[in-house]
């Protein structure tokens, strides 16, 4: 009875249109009903709840999972109405957690014997979608029957199962592989199609077990009319040619026959793909795919545009002509409406730049950037420095008119890549000397700007430009002004680790003038009063504007401000003295000279790899951890302990009581553990226990006591650490400065974000070729029963073994050689044993290809 | 492979989700929504007159690429990997409009509203388990049928009173 007054699927649609309660309180109403409707015995108002339920969760986003059970007991209705309606719901909502995944098997076994070929579909679909190991595993074998059904709509579909089940249940390639071979050789095309889009995923994850049945996909291929199949061989092709470049040249000829007959752009699309990605050593191919390509691009419609835009770019890297040919389209496509069009335009663009047009290119691109949104202008900001700083600024020969670039893109409203033109201009400025001067100009037209300090993106660039003030300010053509730049009031604006660099660039100012006003009193012998005031002036200057920050709440400005004034404190005095400074014994005077000193060591790019070059030194001995050292170094625990130990994570040791341990001592240590020793660590450990790393291998070398040290190279690294010197490579160009590169192997900072990496799960796949390999030896062994006149097993046994060794393909050759392996008497198996085991798992093209 | 089909109007309110990238299943339902309107949110700024094609990395995983059109009040939205050609997926959405159409005769967004189980019976028959099926329209809609007799078929042993029904244990 209750059937009658249920609403349906269609009445809570409808009563969903024309409600005014409110979505979530509508929802929730029908979801108690629905909890009420679901438990009744009678499975049409089941199924008709279930129904609703689905199409809530698929629209609105219900959670259906609770109804597991319930889709269960519908979906073993009788009727197919409820069938549908169970396994939708089912595939829905089912997934790897579902705890009633289990009781699934039988009914789909029973589904997909069944003889009606829509009950046989749906429970493929279902199978399909949720498939999981054990379920792929226990109906693998009805799968199997239906891969060999007379009826192609249930084959269809058991094509496209034969997909989930194999990724899920590797083992099941054995059993139904060769049905799916089998099915290469249909003359229906809509199981071809199935088929063949099966291999395409196939080879997309290992593309060497598909290799031997390329015959029969070049059979396909030259005789395949049907633009579905033919575009999935072209992927297959694709992929296969990639291992076996051999395989490009057989099916370079097709595949350029196919371009110039057919009509179909998808398909002219896909082999100019394919030829340029993987057959790019075939000129007469290439060429005739850069011409398709030509008439891409001037195609109105913006699809087209686009393809052929993205086929260029592909084929950049190796036919750098085929771009060229076509500059001016690139550039049009640079002021395109179509933001895809534009970004490939970009890239293109980018892919041409050379030593001679690097200035213009970039010319045009500011001018682009100035006029675009602002996320193409800072996709061409960032395009175009890191196509200018690839391999240590490889492609820059006028530093000044790159350095005066950089300032430029600061400028640019919406420059929003603040970190990397930071990054470059230090990396500039330490490589390139002859830059120095630029940089310096450049960076004081940034600081000297109040403008820029509002805008937060800039800051980065502002730290950078104030950095390169403070360390080459002998280049500055007028310090006083830069020192006011610095210390201006809006420099509030700045975070204060910022605010920390101005201020320590400040003090780097000051040392330089007060240097060279001391040595110019020395060297002349009286002082100008010019030359006193000005420098009166600049301390008042400094004084003024960093008195403020000598109170402020981050620590690191507030010291710096300290250390400034300090030293400020301490030469006023002796400016103000005017005295004849010849005996060179004024504390001022002198700490100056110091400080010069200390600004003057140059800072230099390190290496990647310099910590690997240095050479440990003799008495040092690392070990994979210091378990040992509680032993050896005991006596030295003490005084760290009573010391207050640095708060860190690691306990510090000296550089000289490591290299005290000697052999006798390490031959030692191995024995009995004094416990005097490892009291004392366990009472640290207790105090300290937190900084301490957890303890959670049990290593043999240790001593039995639970105490992990940080591994050796963490301490070595912060023992050893010093700059390395540069080593300085002259570039035999004409007035082309000299930039420091160090021989790491140019490593690119930024990152492209079209970088991706694959991330297979290597052992799955792994079984699955191996799987797949096997499966296809076993088919070909099984022909060559079949041909084969005498069927001993001393036959079997060394037919497998020559199918191993040589070519798995039947063939005449095999055929003589599967005769001389007979002749071979008993003794030489065992040679053809280890034989078998050394030969490489390489499966070669058969000879009917070649 | 084809790793999801949506449908979905012009405010962003989703008509059909269909998923079938196996990460992707295995999301919480909120996750599922919130893939639909982050690609809402992608389609609704594009322009007219563009390209049909959109990257959609970082909802979808590496590798993945949308189609969509926009016919009238609907988006249509495909989702696939580098083993799908672009143009074909645009063929596909062809296909599928093209036998909605034959289905509902001149098929509007009521008309996908109201017919839930049977929209998932055409695209059934046409993306099965991430792989493309059926190209045809004619063949589908030849399924679709075939299908929608059965059920009826199976609908009308319901007119049997429900008292015999129960007599025999209810099954």
Redesign the interface.
């Known amino acids: 009875m209750d059937n009658l007054f249920q609403r349906s699927l269609e009445d809570l649609i409808k009563g969903f249109r024309l409600q005014l309660l409110g979505d979530s309180s509508f929802i929730s109403r029908a979801l108690e009903e629905i909890r009420r409707e679901i438990k009744a015995t009678d499975l049409s108002t089941k199924s008709t709840a279930l129904h609703k339920l689905s199409y809530l969760a698929a629209i609105h986003g219900v959670d259906m999972s609770w109804a597991a059970f319930h889709a269960l007991e519908v979906v073993s209705s009788s009727r197919f109405h409820h069938k549908r309606i169970g396994y939708q719901a089912i595939t829905q909502s089912f997934h790897d957690q579902t705890s009633v995944l289990l009781l699934i098997t039988n009914q789909l076994r029973k589904d997909l014997n069944s003889v009606n070929e829509y009950e046989v579909s749906l429970a493929l679909e279902c199978l399909s979608r949720i498939g999981t190991r054990d379920l792929a595993r226990d109906l693998s074998p009805e799968v199997f029957t239906l891969l060999g059904s007379s009826k192609s709509f249930v084959r269809k579909k058991a094509t496209g199962v034969v997909l989930r089940v194999f990724d899920k249940y590797p083992d099941a390639v054995k059993v139904c592989f060769k049905r799916l071979v089998e099915n290469l050789e249909t003359s229906d095309p809509q199981i071809l199609s199935a088929v063949v889009g099966v291999f395409c995923e196939l080879a997309s994850k290992d593309p060497t077990s598909c290799l031997p049945l390329a015959p029969e996909f070049f059979k396909i291929l030259v005789e395949s009319r049907n633009n579905w199949v033919l575009i999935k061989l072209l992927k297959i092709f694709s992929k296969l040619a990639s291992v076996e470049p051999r395989l490009g040249r057989k099916v370079a000829e097709p595949i350029c026959e196919h371009m110039k007959r057919t009509v179909a752009k998808s398909l002219v699309f896909e082999c100019v793909r394919t030829v340029v990605s993987s057959l790019s050593d075939h000129e007469a191919a290439v060429k005739l795919a850069v011409a398709k390509i030509r008439e891409f691009l001037v195609e109105d419609d913006p699809n087209l545009k686009y393809l052929g835009l993205h086929a260029l770019s592909i084929a950049a890297p190796k036919h750098l002509w085929a771009v060229l040919e076509n500059k001016e389209a690139v550039v049009k496509a640079l002021s395109d409406d179509d933001p895809n069009v534009k970004l490939e335009a970009l890239h293109l663009l980018m892919a041409m730049v050379t030593e001679d047009n690097v200035s213009e290119i970039s010319r045009i691109l500011m001018n682009y950037a100035l006029k675009s949104d602002p996320l193409f202008c800072n996709e061409i900001i960032i395009s175009v420095l890191s196509v200018c700083s690839r391999n240590a600024y490889e492609i820059i020969v006028d530093f000044d008119w790159y350095v005066s670039l950089l300032g430029e893109m600061a400028r640019i409203p919406h420059c929003q890549r603040g970190e990397e033109i930071e990054h470059q201009l230090i990396d500039i400025g330490m490589r390139v000397r002859d830059a120095r001067p630029q940089l310096v100009r450049v960076s004081w037209a940034l600081l000297i700007d109040p403008a820029l300090l509002g805008n937060m993106f800039l800051h980065p660039i502002l730290s950078a430009a104030s950095w390169v003030s403070g360390e080459y300010v002998e280049f500055a053509k007028n310090p006083y002004e830069l020192v006011e730049a610095l210390v201006q009031p809006r420099t509030d604006l700045l975070p204060p680790y910022i605010r920390a660099i101005y201020i320590h660039s400040v003090f780097k100012v000051l040392v330089f003038c007060l240097g060279s006003y001391f040595s110019a009193q020395e060297s002349s012998s009286g002082s100008s009063s010019t030359v006193y005031e000005s420098i009166l002036n600049l301390v008042n200057v400094i004084e003024i504007g960093v008195w403020p920050l000598s109170g402020a709440y981050d620590v690191e400005v507030q010291e710096r401000a300290k250390n400034v004034l300090g030293f400020i404190g301490m030469a006023k005095q002796d400016i103000a003295k005017k005295v004849n400074l010849q005996d060179n014994e004024a504390e001022a005077c002198r700490v100056t000279a110091f400080m010069e000193d200390a600004f003057s060591e140059e800072l230099g790019p390190i290496s990647a790899n310099a910590r690997e070059k240095v050479c440990v030194p003799d008495g040092l001995e690392l070990e994979e951890n210091l378990g040992d050292l509680e032993e050896i170094c005991g006596k030295f625990l003490k005084p760290v302990e009573s010391d207050s130990v640095s708060c860190t994570d690691k306990i510090s040791f000296s550089v000289s009581k490591l290299r005290i341990r000697d052999q006798q001592e390490a031959s030692s240590s191995t024995s009995l553990p004094p416990k005097e020793s490892s009291s004392l660590l366990a009472e640290h450990r207790k105090r300290h226990g937190m900084y301490y790393l957890t303890s959670k291998k049990n290593d043999p070398d240790s001593n039995g006591t639970p105490n992990d040290y940080p591994p050796a190279n963490d301490l070595a690294s912060e023992i050893l650490l010093d700059p390395l010197d540069p080593k300085r490579k002259a570039k035999h160009r004409k007035s082309r400065p000299v930039v420091v590169k160090l021989d790491e192997g140019g490593e690119s900072r930024i990152t492209t974000s079209q970088a991706k990496t694959k991330q297979e799960s290597v052992t799955d796949d792994e079984s699955l070729s191996r799987d797949i390999q096997s499966a296809l030896l076993v088919n070909k062994k099984g022909k060559e029963r079949e041909k084969c006149e005498g069927n001993s097993n001393l036959v079997v046994v060394q037919e497998e073994e020559t199918s191993r060794i040589e070519k798995p393909q039947n063939s005449e050759k095999k055929k003589k050689k599967k005769k001389n392996g007979e002749r071979t008497s008993r003794k030489h198996r065992s040679r053809r044993r280890s034989e078998v085991a050394s030969s490489s798992e390489q499966v070669e093209i058969p000879d009917l290809l070649l | ?1 084809i790793k999801a089909v949506m449908m979905m109007n012009t405010q962003g ?5 269909k998923f ?1 990238d ?1 990460l992707v ?2 999301l ?3 996750k ?2 919130e893939l639909i309107r982050g690609v809402f949110s992608v389609l609704s700024s594009r ?1 007219e ?6 990257e959609i ?1 970082s909802l979808f995983g ?2 993945s690429r949308l189609v969509y059109k926009h016919y009238a009040t609907l988006y249509f939205v495909l989702v696939f990997d ?2 799908e ?4 997926m ?2 596909l959405i062809q296909v599928l409009v093209e036998t909605l159409d034959k289905c509902f005769s001149n098929v509007c967004e009521l008309d996908i ?2 017919n ?2 049977k929209m ?1 019976t055409v695209l ?1 028959e046409i993306v ?8 045809r329209s004619d ?1 589908v809609m030849k ?1 679709v049928e ?2 929608s007799k ?2 009826a ?3 009308s ?2 007119l049997v009173p ?1 008292s015999v ?1 129960g007599w025999r244990g ?2």
């Open positions: 492979m309110k989703p008509r059909l989700a079938y196996f299943r295995c919480p339902v909120e599922q929504q322009p007159n563009v390209s049909n094609f959109l990395d590496p590798d580098g083993s050609n672009e143009l074909a645009l063929d509203v109201f839930y189980s998932h059934d099965f388990g991430g792989q493309v099926l059926e190209t063949e399924a075939e299908i059965s059920e078929a199976s609908n042993i319901s429900k029904s209810g099954r």
